[in-house]
């Protein structure tokens, strides 16, 4: 039979790695590569978070039947979700430091550079990203 795992199934998690604008890896003092660990679209985390995100636009409507989400709000959705999909990272601060991989500094990391924020984004939304059969990149 042939092995439609590796070619169909999708991993929770993958690992985005970090690079500057010319290609070059980002490391940190040790020359070890910055990394974010990813829950996708598909996964079971995602999920959950589009249920709740979907929940609380509900109960908004629901409150208020005038209620019309706006710009900003799903600007917002999509930075949370972004947010709660990071399982873990290696990111070093300025002062050299590895700084904790919470919430809080997830999304002051996503806010300060929002490049970092696209990047991390868009891997979430690559199905190939998670496919069993892909490495990480």
Not at 10 to 25: E, I, N, Q, R, V
């Amino acid at each position: 039979m042939a092995d439609l795992d590796s070619e169909f199934k999708y991993k929770d998690t993958a690992t985005c790695y970090l690079f500057k604008t010319d290609g070059t890896p980002i490391t940190d003092k040790n020359g070890d590569q910055l990394w974010i660990e990813l829950h996708g679209m598909k996964s079971s985390t995602y999920k959950q978070i589009e249920n709740d995100q979907n929940n609380r636009s509900i109960q908004k409507q629901r409150a208020s039947k005038t209620y019309v989400p706006t710009a900003e709000e799903a600007r917002e959705r999509q930075l949370e979700r972004a947010i709660r999909c990071v399982e873990d990272w290696h990111i070093e601060g300025k002062d050299d430091q590895l700084i904790p991989c919470t919430k809080e500094n997830v999304r002051k990391l996503f806010t300060e550079y929002p490049r970092i924020f696209e990047v991390v984004d868009d891997f979430i939304h690559r199905e190939v990203n998670f496919l069993m059969s892909s490495s990480t990149t």
